[in-house]
């Protein structure tokens, strides 16, 4: 079945050619026609499998472009899955002129409270600070027609489940529900019945592909151990995880000491430090990416060659979704847990947990050349990012006016198609602030448009107009 057959509109059909979706993966198969047709789903599928887009491409479908509030709601654990989905969502809905924000924790609230008093179709964030908006009267979800939690198991967690159930008290609009996850632990199904009612269920079949190995390593030796691992197998990209910051830390600095490309990240560093970390590995300008839980889930990289659990996970739904950030859509993946000698009970668990044998051996130790330093030290490969061809012919100008000048997006769209060959189908998103107003211009007629406005005013004023940073 082809996208066009699924039903999806040409302004769709038109970002997936682009972003070389050539035909729907099979979860996404099953879940487009559901989520169409605005009903209640539990969608379990493996990670890497393409439940992001599963979601995403129905909502941006159903939205009305001329609603100024929210339609939908996505709500995930952490701030850079947010931004990931955000991203997601503004590639896929880029010619349907989807407007999204990405609200989370430890950025500026009045800056949120400014998105989102704008045009917005789609609010993904975390949850305690979605709360907080939602009590401030700064969210109004009166129109939300689709909520979502994705990595669902996590999100009805005790850690979240408080303020879910708070959001959900907010909604009065009825939406549909639709929660998607790798792991559903016993137990969340009940659970889940408190948010959907009758859902349906989708269950997609299949493993990710996934070489596992099991290392015994005394607790002592484990760096020195994984400072072998990295020159002997020379990963291009390969994400280790440890069970807390001060652990993260601690290998970091080892590493950092022994001149392997890497950086870390965990909560207890700063958010722009957060964000840049992952915009970097995914790009590959590191090779060791050295990490908490908080990336255990839904990051999306490219190609993570290896993942090394250096601590063992707890509780072991995180084996499966640490794993998982190898092997993506049907790509061959690799894992190395390091057991040391207290994991005894972990091992029976993590048996328990995945239905199979633990074959543990020990790693033969290796010996690194100077070569082989040499190569790690440096990252590889630089990963050329498809979503720029997307933005091809697009530029958004900056005007030096919004409310405060008493301009609505109406003025500006007025203005610039009075502009002779520039129509309605040439403008993109618009945003008008306080202080400011953005406004996108599409088909490669930026600089034409931004020309022209210097010379005219809008309504009846003169702004100063350039090209938006
Ligand atoms: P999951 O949420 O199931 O772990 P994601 O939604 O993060 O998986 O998707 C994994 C990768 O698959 C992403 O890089 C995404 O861009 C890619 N992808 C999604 N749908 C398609 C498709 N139809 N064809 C090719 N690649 C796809
Ligand atoms: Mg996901």
């Known amino acids: 079945m082809s996208f066009k057959e699924l039903g999806l509109d040409e302004n769709i059909l038109k970002a997936l050619s682009i972003l070389d979706y050539k035909e729907p993966l099979p979860v996404q198969e099953r879940v487009i026609p559901y989520m169409l047709d605005t009903m209640n789903l539990i969608v379990k599928s493996k990670t890497g499998s393409g439940k992001t887009a599963s979601f995403a491409l129905p909502i941006i479908q159903k939205m009305e472009i001329d609603e100024k509030l929210p339609q939908a709601l996505v709500l995930v654990p952490t701030r850079e899955l947010s931004l990931q989905i955000k991203e997601e969502f503004d590639k ?3 010619f349907k002129k989807i407007k999204t924000i990405s609200i989370t924790g430890k950025q500026p609230f009045k800056f949120q409270k400014e998105d989102l008093q704008q045009r917005t179709h789609v609010v993904i964030g975390t949850p305690g600070r979605l709360l907080d908006h939602l009590k401030q009267n700064t969210l109004n979800v009166d129109k939300v027609k689709y909520v979502i939690l994705d990595e669902a198991d996590e999100m009805l967690n ?5 303020d879910i159930r708070s959001i959900f008290a907010f909604l009065s609009s009825n939406p549909a529900t639709c929660i ?11 659970l889940s019945k408190e948010f959907l009612k009758d859902p349906k269920m989708i269950e997609m079949e299949g493993n990710v592909k996934i070489d596992e190995y099991f290392y015994s390593v005394k607790e002592t030796l484990k760096n020195e151990i994984l400072y072998q691992c990295i020159g002997k197998y020379k990963w291009d990209s390969l994400i280790v995880f440890g069970k807390t910051q001060a652990r993260v830390e601690a290998i970091y600095t080892y590493l950092k000491d022994k001149d392997v490309s890497c950086n870390r990240i965990h909560a207890g560093l700063m958010q722009d430090e957060r964000f840049s970390c992952i915009k970097d590995f995914k790009k590959g300008a590191f090779r060791v990416l050295i990490a908490t839980d908080v990336a255990a889930r839904g990051l999306d990289i490219m190609k993570v060659d290896c993942i090394i659990n250096y601590d063992m996970p707890s509780p072991m739904a995180f084996y499966t979704h640490r794993i998982g950030r190898s092997g993506r859509v049907n790509e061959k993946g690799m894992a190395i847990t390091f057991i040391n000698e207290y994991d005894n009970n972990h091992v029976q668990q993590l048996k328990e947990y995945l239905h199979k044998e633990i ?5 033969i130790p290796y010996t690194i050349s100077k070569q082989d330093k040499e190569i790690i030290s440096k990252s590889t490969k630089i990963v050329e990012n498809k979503a720029k ?7 958004t100008l900056y005007l030096n006016g919004g409310k405060n000048k008493k301009i609505r997006p109406g003025d500006i ?12 189908e040439d403008i993109g998103i618009i945003q008008v602030q306080d202080h400011q107003s953005y406004v996108e211009i599409l088909n490669d007629k930026g600089k034409l448009v931004l ?3 210097q010379n005219r005013t809008i309504k ?5 107009i350039q090209e938006a940073r």
């Open 92 to 94: 896929l809905g880029s």
């Open 158 to 162: 005790l850690n979240f489940i408080e």
């Open 180 to 190: 998607f996850s790798a792991t559903y632990p016993e137990g969340i199904q009940n």
């Open 359 to 363: 074959p543990v051996e020990p790693f």
């Open 389 to 395: 061809e997307l933005k091809k012919g697009r530029m």
């Open 413 to 424: 769209v007025g203005a610039i198609c009075q502009i002779e060959t520039v129509s309605m």
């Open 451 to 453: 020309k022209q406005l």
């Open 460 to 464: 009846n004023k003169k702004l100063k």
